[in-house]
Structures are given as structure tokens and as C-alpha cells.
Antibody
Framework: EVQLLESGGLLVQPGGSLRLSCVGS????????MSWVRQAPGKGLEWVSG????????FYADSVKGRFTISRDNSKNTVYLQMSSLRADDTAVYYC?????????????WGQGTLVTVSS | IVMTQSPDSLAVSLGERATINCKSS????????????LAWYQQKPGQPPKVLIY???TRESGVPDRFSGSGSGTDFTLTISSLQAEDVAVYYC?????????FGQGTKLEIK
């Protein structure tokens, strides 16, 4: 059974930093690109960042480019999202997401999400 | 690619048809394989989204056949043929044509 378990969500002050982690199990982690998708309270889904299976290619939404960094450690089946210069509009539930197969396709598994709150 | 859904919200009577539209700012049809890189998701309160449809019209395993997807290029539709109470949710389209997988803003579906 595929499982994605996020952690690291906290209350952080504006301008602060935070690192989210997502541990995957039940699939060959290194074979899959992974993504982070966020959802602000009461709002829609926003794709934030993606990383290829070997970590060689990374992609970011314009809203986070230059502030967020995605990375992965395939030996630990973990993908990370390093967030810096956090703003109030970064407040959201952050979901870790796995595509249906290797490559950049639709998401077939999601974590339960971790809440990041940016507030003073 | 910007994805725009309509309407933002929709109220339909039980047993009636619900139709949600999604328009992309550029085509998501990949000419080399003639596939539309478009998925539909359902999200219920307090839960992560769940994929319903991919390749614009292929139903995910286990999804009831009252859900169907259609369209090509830039214009797509999700249809629920006979609304059930458990279909109350927010529905999102998403393009995966580019590596920046943008979502529509969502359509909230309620019972009339």
C-alpha cells in the first residue's frame, strides 16, 4: 500500500524558514517524480514544486520561485521542501503528492497534509 | 498554463445531471500521442483530493460510471450523470501537459 507521510508543519513568523519532509512507502520511491501541492484555508489547490526521480530536475510555481527549494534523499525515501522568506500567503496545508507512474502525470496518491501557518 | 473552471459553484437536485467546465489557456493535447493531459479530482472536506478522470476521459479504477469526462484541446467537461448525496464536494481540473501542473480554481457542488 502506497503511503505518504508529511511532517514539519508549524507556526512560523513572517520572514522565517521551515523544512517540510515527506516519507514515501509502498512503492519504488526513486522511480517517481514527486510534487508538493498546497491549499490555503478555504481556498483551492496550488501546485507548488516538483522534482524528478533522481533529483536532477526541479520545478517551481512562480509564487515560490527563489524562496522554496525542493530536494530528495532516495536512500531515505524522503522528499523535502525547504521554505524561506515565508509570507502570510504561504499559510496552507502542504500535501506531498505522487504521480501515477514515472514521469510527470496526474497524482494518484496524496499525503494527509501538514499545516504551515505564517503569522506574527 | 492557466486553468479556468465554470461555474465556481453549482447546486443540483439529487438524480439530476451536473456539468462542470474547464478551459485551459493553451492546448493540452499532445500531438505525438493524441492524448489530452488533463485530470479531474474530487475533494471532500478534510480530505486530500482523489483522482476521478485522467487523459481527459479515462475513469480511474473504482470511480462510479456516473462520472465521465470529455473534451479536447482547451475545453473540457466533467459530467455527473445522476447526482448522489456522496458527490457533494469540490471538483478541480488539472493540466499535466507542462511540468508546472496547474489546477483550476475549483467548483463547489452542492445539493439543491
Amino acid at each position: 500500500e502506497v503511503q505518504l507521510l508529511e511532517s514539519g508543519g508549524l507556526l512560523v513568523q513572517p520572514g522565517g524558514s521551515l523544512r517540510l519532509s515527506c516519507v514515501g512507502s509502498g512503492f519504488t520511491f526513486s522511480s517517481y517524480a514527486m510534487s508538493w501541492v498546497r491549499q490555503a484555508p478555504g481556498k483551492g489547490l496550488e501546485w507548488v514544486s516538483g522534482i524528478s526521480g533522481n533529483g536532477g530536475r526541479t520545478f517551481y510555481a512562480d509564487s515560490v520561485k527563489g524562496r522554496f527549494t525542493i530536494s530528495r534523499d532516495n536512500s531515505k525515501n524522503t522528499v523535502y521542501l525547504q521554505m524561506s522568506s515565508l509570507r502570510a500567503d504561504d499559510t496552507a496545508v502542504y500535501y506531498c503528492a505522487k504521480p501515477c507512474s514515472d514521469g510527470w502525470y496526474w497524482i494518484d496518491h496524496w499525503g494527509q497534509g501538514t499545516l504551515v501557518t505564517v503569522s506574527s | 498554463i492557466v486553468m479556468t473552471q465554470s461555474p465556481d459553484s453549482l447546486a443540483v437536485s439529487l438524480g439530476e445531471r451536473a456539468t462542470i467546465n474547464c478551459k485551459s489557456s493553451q492546448s493540452v493535447l499532445y500531438s505525438s500521442n493524441n492524448k489530452n493531459y488533463l485530470a479531474w479530482y474530487q475533494q471532500k472536506p478534510g480530505q486530500p483530493p482523489k483522482v476521478l478522470i485522467y487523459w481527459a476521459s479515462t475513469r480511474e479504477s473504482g470511480v462510479p460510471d456516473r462520472f465521465s469526462g470529455s473534451g479536447s484541446g482547451t475545453d473540457f467537461t466533467l459530467t455527473i450523470s445522476s447526482l448522489q448525496a456522496e458527490d457533494v464536494a469540490v471538483y478541480y481540473c488539472q493540466q499535466y501537459y507542462t511540468t508546472l501542473h496547474t489546477f483550476g480554481q475549483g467548483t463547489k457542488l452542492e445539493i439543491k
